[in-house]
């Protein structure tokens, strides 16, 4: 059965489409694969792991950026949603009152423990 990929939920072009990744980053482009051999000079190569260095740290700080947007407001709707499964599940909470009775009862049912020496004698 074939499906549109920017329907279903697990593909890159969904996750790209409804802003779960990044999708335009500048640091994506050095990645590219270059099948042709290359003469290297030692300068450059060195300049080349200095600022692969630098695009790391500039692409976890934009992937970090990127996540804080996305939870801004995650909080407060996850507050929202708690207050609301409160107020319909009411009935499943039990009072104060008798959580402190139950305590109670539980104290008075506890039986003092022997300490091991009365035991060996």
Do not use: C
Not at 1 to 22: D, F
Not at 67 to 88: C, F, H, I, P, W
Not at 111 to 120: F, G, I, L, S
């Amino acid at each position: 059965m074939k499906r549109n990929p920017r329907k279903v939920a697990w593909t890159k072009a969904y996750r790209k489409g409804h802003g779960k990744e990044l999708v335009e980053d500048t640091t994506f482009e050095m990645e590219r694969r270059r099948n042709r051999p290359e003469k290297y000079n030692r300068s450059t190569v060195q300049k080349s792991v200095k600022a692969m260095k630098k695009i790391l740290d500039i692409r976890s700080a934009r992937q970090d950026r990127h996540y804080d947007n996305r939870m801004k407001g995650k909080k407060s709707r996850d507050q929202l949603e708690a207050r609301r499964v409160l107020k319909n599940e009411i009935h499943l909470v039990r009072p104060l009152v008798a959580q402190q009775r139950e305590a109670e009862e539980m104290e008075r049912l506890k039986v003092p423990v022997a300490d091991n020496q009365d035991m060996e004698s």
